[in-house]
């Protein structure tokens, strides 16, 4: 069974720092890309970044290129993300996902509020 589960939100204030784990088991997390997704309440997934199974090709998003950065340690079936010049339009929950897609099997997410 896929399972990913997020940890490492929380409450930070406006230009402050979060780093995002994500520990997955179920399937060969050293073969899969790999991404990451943010999603507020009745809306879409919002696709900010991904890494590929080796760890070297990643993408990032425009509204988070510069501020993020994605990385895996496949030894510990580990994916992360480090948050930094965090805002507050960067309050929701986050997920990673399966694939290098936004649509992919996720865990249940964590929550990430910015704000004084």
């Known amino acids: 069974e896929v399972q990913l589960v997020e940890s490492g939100g929380g409450l930070v204030h406006p230009g402050g720092s979060l780093r995002l784990s994500c520990a997955a088991s179920?399937?060969?997390?050293?073969?899969?890309?790999m991404s990451w997704v943010r999603q507020a309440p009745g809306e879409g997934p919002d696709w900010i970044s991904a890494?590929?199974?080796?760890?070297?090709?990643?993408y990032y998003d425009d509204s988070v290129k510069g501020r993020i950065a994605i990385s895996r340690d496949n030894a510990k079936n580990t994916l992360y993300l480090q948050m930094n010049s965090l805002k507050p339009g960067d309050t929701t929950v986050y997920y990673c996902?399966?694939?290098?897609?936004?649509?992919?099997?996720r865990g249940q997410g964590t929550q990430v509020t910015v704000s004084s």
């Open positions: 996902v399966k694939g290098w897609h936004p649509f992919g099997y």
């Open positions: 179920g399937f060969s997390f050293g073969s899969s890309d």
């Open positions: 890494i590929a199974s080796g760890g070297v090709v990643k």
